[in-house]
Nanobody
Framework: QVQPVESGGGLVQAGGSLRLSCTIS????????MGWFRRAPGKEREFVAAISWNGGSITYADSVKGRFTISRDNAKNTVYLQMNSLKPEDTAVYYCAAGPFATIADYEYDYWGQGTQVTVSS
């Protein structure tokens, strides 16, 4: 079963950094594009970043471009989201998702993690 598991969330001050990780225990990790999404309190889930199966295609939301970096290590079945210069508006539950395409559309992803909370204090 393909079940993404996120880790690395926490509480950080504005301007700080966090690195999220998402691991899937499957032999076919390299078959999947991976995406990060987030849901802030009272808001819809929104796209953050996506990476193709080999890292050759990467997309970011405008709100995080230049501050967040998505990467993956297929040997470790893990995708990362390095978050720098964090802002209070980045506070959200962050979700990892796996699917066939590195797209901004959440409905294109087949498998979702449970999420990890990121809280940025001002």
């Amino acid at each position: 079963q393909v079940q993404p598991v996120e880790s690395g969330g926490g509480l950080v001050q504005a301007g700080g950094s966090l690195r999220l990780s998402c691991t899937i225990s499957t032999r076919t990790f390299s078959n999947y594009a991976m995406g990060w999404f987030r849901r802030a309190p009272g808001k819809e889930r929104e796209f953050v970043a996506a990476i193709s199966w080999n890292g050759g295609s990467i997309t970011y939301a405008d709100s995080v471009k230049g501050r967040f970096t998505i990467s993956r290590d297929n040997a470790k079945n893990t995708v990362y989201l390095q978050m720098n210069s964090l802002k209070p508006e980045d506070t959200a539950v962050y979700y990892c998702a796996a699917g066939p395409f590195a797209t901004i559309a959440d409905y294109e992803y087949d498998y979702w993690g449970q999420g990890t909370q990121v809280t940025v204090s001002s």
